[in-house]
């Protein structure tokens, strides 16, 4: 189980890793591995034990997804089971939890403190946004019908949305989106959907011959 707590003031957020009691009967030692700490058992992340569950604390930056599982005694390996998405690991047939962080913008005004951070996938957050407005969105090179789909999903449905939007929380819609999403580097889109935005086809014709599926030759 993940708990999200985004800081108001800084680009990261407090996150509590918890994994249930029954799930690790008789464990001397539970802790957190994934990619912010390069997966090492040495620098993992120590769960203490609570009447519930295990429980530990970690500060991450945001704008990004973090794959990680659970070590326990340094030889069994546990999932979360309420991460935000499952990911294929090196190794056939088991799956990484992952985390996803949106990325938050930073602010001191009053308003700004009242708000409500919501800490779930992007399509969760900026699903209310979308309007009767569309573009075709496959016009843009690397973007298929599924592809389009997800990011209607998100509150992206037009070029301008397209070319507003981050490369990280695109990389995290096609993350939680699964495997076969995860392959599509969004790298070019947004320059892409800023030609597309503002009617220069000629332009944005010249700079797809110069990719292949989204990407530079």
Known sequence: MLKKQYSKTKPVCKVTFSLPIDAAEG????KVLGDFNDWSWENGILMTAGKKDYQAIAELAT???YEFRYLIDGKTWANDHEADAYVPSPFFGIDNAV???EEVELTTTSKAKTEKKVAVAPAKAKAAKITSEKDDLKKIEGVGPKIEQLL??????????????????LKDILTVAGP???????ATW???AKLA??????ELATLQE????GRVK
């Open 27 to 30: 464990a001397h030692e539970i």
């Open 63 to 65: 704008g990004r997804s």
């Open 99 to 101: 985390i996803v962080l």
């Open 152 to 169: 209607n999903e998100q509150g992206i449905a037009t070029f301008a949305d397209l070319a507003k939007a981050k490369i990280a929380v």
């Open 180 to 186: 076969r999403f995860k392959m599509h580097d969004p």
């Open 190 to 192: 947004t320059k892409q």
């Open 197 to 202: 935005a503002t009617g220069k086809w000629d």
């Open 210 to 213: 110069e990719l292949k599926g």
